[in-house]
C-alpha cells in the first residue's frame, strides 16, 4: 500500500517557541492531505485539510494562525505549530490518498507526538 | 448534521467470543463508510470498507441504512485483535474528508 511519512516523531519544545511537522507522500503524490489531532484513546479529530498549491481548509474551532499549514508540492504537506503552549501538546496525524485513488482510502502517517513544557 | 458515533469506549471478551463494536451514523447523503483499526504502537490503518464487501481478518461490517448503522463483527475473537477500533464516514461533498468516530478499545482476553 501506499506510505504516508511523518517527521518528526517526537519533539518536546520549550512554550512559546515553533515547531514544524513534516508529512510526505513516499510512493505517490496526493493533492490533498489531512491534518488530524489525536488525544490518548480517544478519537482523531480532523484539524484542517491541506491542498497543494492553496490555502488549507481549518475546521471550525481551529485556529489557522495557531496552525500554519503549507502543501508546497504533491507529497510534502507541514504543520507549524506557533507560540506552542502546554496545551498543544497532542498527537498529529496526516493522512492522504493518492491522485487516482477515488475509493475513499485514507493511508496515515506513523503520528508526530508533541510536547510542550 | 453529519457525525460518527461509536457508543461503546472499551468492549472487554474472552478469545474465541463473538465481538462487535457498534457505529451509528448521520449523514443526508449516500453514506460510504469505514472501519480502521490501530494496534498498540502503530499508525491507523484500514481494516475494511462496506462498498467492497469484504471480510478481513475475520471482520465483516454490513451497511443497515435503515438503522443507520455498520456495525463490525467477528464470529470468534482473538487476543491479536486488541486494538482501537475507528468506525468513519467519508463526505465526498467536502473534499473527501474523514470523520471519525469516537474510537472503541477492543481487550480480548486469554
Known amino acids: 500500500g501506499a506510505v504516508v511519512s511523518q517527521h518528526p516523531s517526537w519533539v518536546i519544545c520549550k512554550s512559546g517557541t515553533s515547531v514544524k511537522i513534516e508529512c510526505r507522500s513516499l510512493d505517490f503524490q496526493a493533492t490533498t492531505m489531512f491534518w488530524y489531532r489525536q488525544f490518548p484513546k480517544q478519537s482523531l479529530m480532523l484539524m484542517a485539510t491541506s491542498n497543494e498549491g492553496s490555502k488549507a481548509t481549518y475546521e471550525q474551532g481551529v485556529e489557522k494562525d495557531k496552525f500554519l499549514i503549507n502543501h508546497a508540492s504533491l507529497t510534502l504537506s507541514t504543520l507549524t505549530v506557533t507560540s506552542a503552549h502546554p496545551e498543544d501538546s497532542s498527537f498529529y496525524i496526516c493522512?492522504?490518498?493518492?491522485?487516482?485513488?477515488?475509493?475513499?482510502?485514507?493511508?496515515f502517517g506513523e503520528g508526530s507526538r508533541l510536547t510542550v513544557l | 448534521a453529519q457525525r460518527v458515533t461509536q457508543p461503546e469506549k472499551l468492549l472487554s471478551v474472552f478469545k474465541g467470543a463473538p465481538v462487535e463494536l457498534k457505529c451509528n451514523y448521520s449523514?443526508?447523503?449516500?453514506?460510504?463508510l469505514f472501519w480502521y483499526v490501530q494496534y498498540s504502537r502503530q499508525r491507523l490503518q484500514l481494516l475494511l470498507r462496506h462498498i467492497s464487501r469484504e471480510s478481513i481478518k475475520g471482520f465483516t461490517a454490513d451497511l443497515n441504512k435503515g438503522e443507520t448503522s455498520f456495525h463490525l463483527k467477528k464470529p470468534f475473537a482473538q487476543e491479536e485483535d486488541s486494538a482501537m477500533y475507528y468506525c468513519a464516514l467519508i463526505l465526498w461533498n467536502q473534499g473527501g474528508k474523514l470523520i471519525f468516530g469516537q474510537g472503541t478499545e477492543l481487550s480480548v482476553k486469554p
Open positions: 449523514y443526508s447523503g449516500s453514506p460510504e
Open positions: 493522512s492522504a490518498s493518492p491522485l487516482a485513488g477515488d475509493d475513499g482510502e485514507l493511508f
